[in-house]
């Protein structure tokens, strides 16, 4: 009994912590996933995936010439790229992962302005400083470089992308020589100047600040384009030589000073992307489906206490008081991680709350054998959970192995639906076990404990 009061008072922590978590109450600083811990700078909370907060999803696909094939692991860098890129625009719990061989599944919930996250996450991001060779060169020219050659297709990109009078090889076949590329900058960042006009701001790389000293310091006096994908960003005069960092100036709107650093920040792709599809899906549908989903949790979870209580009495109230830890801590745990909600992972979590009585089940009616046999019912309680352990453990392994399974698919295919589902029905299945067998012992330990008529206690075990 001594233990069986410790394990009931480490319950009640885990749950108090647990409701702490779930509650709508004040947090501290390094409990949320604050910016200044390195998160995403929201608060605590469920996060709501692509169907049901709305959002685009957009599916990416290597556009390489012909003759040419994907060499190993260069979709991967692109996947961690495109991510990075993802994350730099502020989207909270995007989904990035790769679909078969060459192509980026991008889920983008809650976006603004689909178009230009699209922009951003598909453009090449070559970024260049060129040496204009004498040329006048303004924002919005394309031009022909020595590490990115002009198409007429990538002006016609730069056109649609808003940037100012594209034009396609304004020299001709003229080639200008790259002095440096993107590889020498650490960070780049969209600020705002004195009178409120939108620039990039960058720091140099350690390795980059000789590379850009040497360069400007000879160049004096001489123009030095700014370009990415061809297209001149700003073509400043340097005026002095550069060691650390430097600004980039030009016409740009918010969203397109935000979208260009997110570009430099995180370097070029190794292979142009295109876009493969396009989905949208609007907040109305998400709103409905959580409500819906909010109204068949209830509705489910109501019914199966309803049926424990009709069937086992006592130990069905047990049991529904240990169901609702359970539930308590999925939450916290899905608020904690932060697990990203879906449809389907709302349907594996309800499927986890049917599993999760179907242990307490064989735990009552192994118990209700052995009263049979002619135990004493404490006796009985205890061979109970002890003897359906093993059948409990074997059932949740068989599906904790096909859970494993659907995320290794969901994750290797870019099926996140599947994924989410099998995630949370894994998550589930786990914590069932640990509230089935050790939050349903501990209460039916402690109030057969204060019961020392047997008939009072065959009462309660529900024989």
């Known amino acids: 009994m001594r233990n069986n009061t410790i394990t009931l008072i ?18 501290p600083d390094w409990l949320v996933r604050s910016e200044a811990n390195g998160g995403d700078g929201n608060a605590l909370g469920v996060k709501l995936g692509l169907d049901l907060q709305g959002g685009t999803q957009v599916l990416l696909e290597a556009a390489l010439p012909p003759g040419q094939t994907l060499t190993p692991g260069v979709m991967n860098t692109a996947r961690s790229i495109v991510e990075n890129r993802v994350n730099g625009l502020g989207v909270s719990e995007a989904v990035v992962q790769l679909q078969g061989e060459d192509r980026i599944i991008t889920e983008l919930p809650g976006v603004r302005d689909p178009d230009q ?73 969209a600020i705002q100047d004195q009178v409120g006009r939108w620039q990039i701001s960058f720091l140099l790389s350690d390795a980059g600040n000789d590379i850009f000293y040497n360069y400007t310091a000879a160049n004096i006096g001489r123009p030095m384009a700014i370009v990415l994908d061809g297209v001149v960003l700003s073509a ?67 019914a199966v206490m309803i049926f424990m209580v009709i069937m086992y009495r006592v130990p069905g109230v047990l ?32 499927l986890s709350i049917g599993m999760a009585v179907d242990a307490n089940i064989l ?28 059948a409990i453990w074997d ?17 290797s295919f870019g099926a996140s639906i599947v994924q989410g589902y099998a995630f949370t029905l894994g998550l589930g299945v786990l914590l069932s076990m640990f509230t089935a067998y050790v939050v349903t012992r501990a209460l039916m330990r402690a109030l057969l404990g204060a019961r020392q008529q047997s008939a009072s206690a065959q009462a309660i075990v529900g024989y």
């Open 10 to 27: 480490l319950v009640g922590v885990l749950v108090a912590l647990a409701l702490y978590v779930v509650l709508p109450l004040p947090h």
């Open 117 to 189: 996250a699209i922009r951003t996450i598909q453009s090449t991001g070559q970024l260049e400083f060129v040496d204009p060779q004498g040329a006048t060169l303004v924002q919005g020219m394309m031009i022909n470089t020595s590490n990115h050659p002009t198409t007429v297709e990538r002006a016609q990109e730069a056109a649609a992308a808003g940037l100012r009078d594209p034009v396609d090889a304004p020299y001709g076949s003229q080639v200008f020589q790259t002095a440096m590329t993107g590889d020498v900058l650490r960070e780049a960042l």
């Open 236 to 302: 400043p005069v340097i005026e002095a030589a550069i060691r650390d960092q430097g600004v980039i100036n030009g016409t740009f709107t918010q969203d397109e000073a935000r979208s260009l650093a997110v570009q430099m920040q995180y370097g070029a792709l190794p292979v142009p992307l295109n876009v493969a599809d396009t989905r949208t899906i609007g907040a109305t549908l998400g709103a409905d489906s959580v409500r819906s989903s909010i109204i068949a949790g209830i509705i489910g979870l109501v």
């Open 319 to 350: 049991a529904d008081l240990a169901l609702t830890f359970y539930v308590i801590f999925n939450l916290a745990i899905y608020k904690m991680i932060p697990v990203t909600l879906t449809l389907p992972g709302i349907a594996g979590f309800l």
């Open 363 to 390: 735990i009552f009616e192994r118990t209700r054998e052995e009263l049979r046999l002619g135990r004493s019912p404490r006796l009985a309680a205890e061979s109970g959970f002890s003897r359906a352990w093993p």
């Open 395 to 411: 059932s949740n392994l068989t599906t904790l192995i096909s859970c494993a399974v659907l995320y290794w698919f969901g994750s």
